[in-house]
């Protein structure tokens, strides 16, 4: 298929989106580390090697994967969706709706994207 479906790029857009951030916490928590004394520095270095490389394993998953309209991207995508939503949910528990709230509304989001008609269609064809 030469042109990707909406939901198809919908979906790599929330991957990716969700590989930024955790880059970008990944970056956030090595800086801190680095300008402050942390209670535990094996345990700030294993959240930010974590972050780092959490977040480019869903970037290549979004460039690498939906965007080109590959199969193995679909399973990766969903893992990562499915992870959030509990992650979500303990972030409401413990106080922090603005932050777990959006983040149930993206990962449900990028379900919705990973298994809509037109992505499985594009991903998997006819067969």
Known sequence: MSKRPWS?????????????????????????????????????????????LIGAGLLWVAWGGLLRAERWGRSPGVLAQIFLLPVGGTLIQSGQPLIGVPLIVLALTGLAA?????TTHALYGDG
């Open 8 to 52: 198809l790029l919908a979906a790599a857009v929330v991957v990716a989106l969700e590989g930024l951030i955790a880059v970008g916490l990944g970056i956030y928590v090595a800086v801190e580390t680095v300008v402050s004394t942390p209670d535990s520095l094996s345990t700030a270095i294993a959240e930010s090697a974590f972050g780092l």
């Open 114 to 118: 990973l298994f809509a008609p037109p």
